[in-house]
């Protein structure tokens, strides 16, 4: 296992809430959602810092996966992780929306999985459903819900964000 967070410690103090990860898996399923988007990243995630003691530090990750919107330790999270990680932060113009991302995504946790919507998403677009999430859906829903970004009538893939003008230049992390 690929456990080197060097280029991470680096650059953690820079991650802040509302920045994007996304992570390219060497599964089957990273693979054909890789084959069908044409991107290079098969999941996308939300940053998440709390300014709270003890956790100046700490990054944290919100994502949906099979177990629904969770909230992770971002350093245990690319310890275990087979493959590459890469983030983008929001644009300085959009820092005062964090808080507006952070209360919304955080009342979604325990939301449960879009499984309908992730298999819809190989052979088409799908319309957003916010009842249930997928990765990307959940990133989308929360930039739509803090203004950063118009109501899509589609779900955006992984690896598709960055051409809405929200986000910096990706940088590699793991």
Same mark, same amino acid.
């Given at each position: 296992?690929?456990?080197?967070?060097?280029? %991470?410690?680096?650059?953690?103090?820079?991650?802040?809430?509302?920045?994007?990860?996304?992570?390219?898996?060497?599964?089957?399923? &990273?693979?054909?959602?890789?084959?069908?988007?044409?991107?290079? !990243? *098969?999941?996308?995630?939300?940053?998440?810092?709390?300014?709270? +003691?003890?956790?100046?530090?700490?990054?944290?990750?919100?994502? #949906? *996966? #099979?177990?629904?919107?969770?909230?992770?330790?971002?350093?245990?999270?690319?310890? #275990?992780?087979?493959?590459?990680? %890469?983030?983008?932060?929001?644009?300085? &113009?959009?820092?005062?929306?964090?808080?507006?991302?952070?209360?919304?995504?955080?009342?979604?946790? /325990?939301? +449960?999985?879009?499984?309908?919507?992730? !298999?819809?998403?190989?052979?088409?677009?799908?319309?957003?459903?916010?009842?249930?999430?997928?990765?990307?859906?959940? %990133?989308?829903? #929360?930039? +739509?819900?803090? /203004?950063?970004?118009?109501?899509?009538? %589609?779900?955006?893939?992984?690896?598709?964000?960055?051409?809405?003008?929200?986000? &910096?230049?990706?940088?590699?992390?793991?």
């Amino acid at each position: 296992m690929h456990t080197d967070l060097t280029k %991470y410690f680096i650059i953690r103090r820079k991650l802040d809430t509302g920045d994007l990860v996304e992570w390219r898996s060497k599964t089957l399923l &990273g693979w054909l959602i890789r084959l069908k988007t044409g991107s290079h !990243v *098969n999941h996308s995630s939300l940053v998440v810092k709390f300014a709270l +003691e003890g956790c100046e530090h700490r990054r944290y990750v919100l994502e #949906a *996966n #099979a177990r629904g919107i969770e909230l992770r330790l971002l350093s245990k999270r690319l310890k #275990a992780f087979k493959g590459g990680v %890469y983030w983008s932060p929001l644009l300085r &113009g959009f820092g005062g929306y964090r808080d507006k991302i952070l209360g919304w995504s955080l009342d979604k946790l /325990g939301t +449960e999985y879009d499984y309908g919507s992730l !298999v819809k998403q190989l052979i088409s677009h799908v319309s957003v459903d916010s009842s249930r999430y997928f990765c990307s859906e959940f %990133y989308q829903h #929360a930039m +739509e819900h803090a /203004g950063i970004i118009q109501h899509k009538d %589609y779900a955006i893939q992984p690896g598709g964000f960055h051409k809405l003008g929200f986000l &910096g230049t990706e940088c590699v992390i793991k």
